[in-house]
């Protein structure tokens, strides 16, 4: 079973003085839940595939692609054991409360943006 895991992390900014807590959310898969996971990406991909073959005008370029990339981002999937979910916190700008959606393969430390006043933030572990 997958288990989400919270770290404290340090929000700050370019002058490196002021910073404001966070908490940084990551996402553990086990190994079972990486199968799980690896064979849901390859039978929705080949799934696509195989629900376009009566489109004529697509099916020649999106089967092939879907056929290749199926086993490419089961692959990817199984080999994720550790994925980034998002940080929350205190802008130290703007110093209002934040939420910042991350990509899965982000790690700390890392540069975002807030997405209140746009100002560039470093998060950074505490
Ligand atoms: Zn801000």
């Known amino acids: 079973m997958a288990t989400i895991e919270e770290q404290d992390v340090r929000i700050k900014v370019n002058d490196g003085v002021t910073a404001c807590d966070g908490v940084f959310f990551e996402t553990h898969y086990t190994p079972h839940d990486r199968r799980v996971r690896a064979i849901k990406a390859l039978g929705g991909l080949w799934g696509l595939a195989v629900l376009l ?58 540069w975002k943006y807030c997405p209140k006043c746009s100002a560039p933030v470093h998060i950074d572990v505490k």
Do not use: E, W
């Open 53 to 110: 073959i009566p489109v004529p005008p697509i099916h020649l370029v999106l089967i092939p692609a879907f056929l290749i990339a199926g086993p490419v981002v089961a692959y990817k999937r199984y080999k994720t054991s550790v994925a980034a979910n998002h940080v929350t916190g205190v802008c130290p700008t703007c110093k209002q409360d934040i939420k910042l959606a991350l990509q899965t393969a982000d790690h700390l430390p890392m």
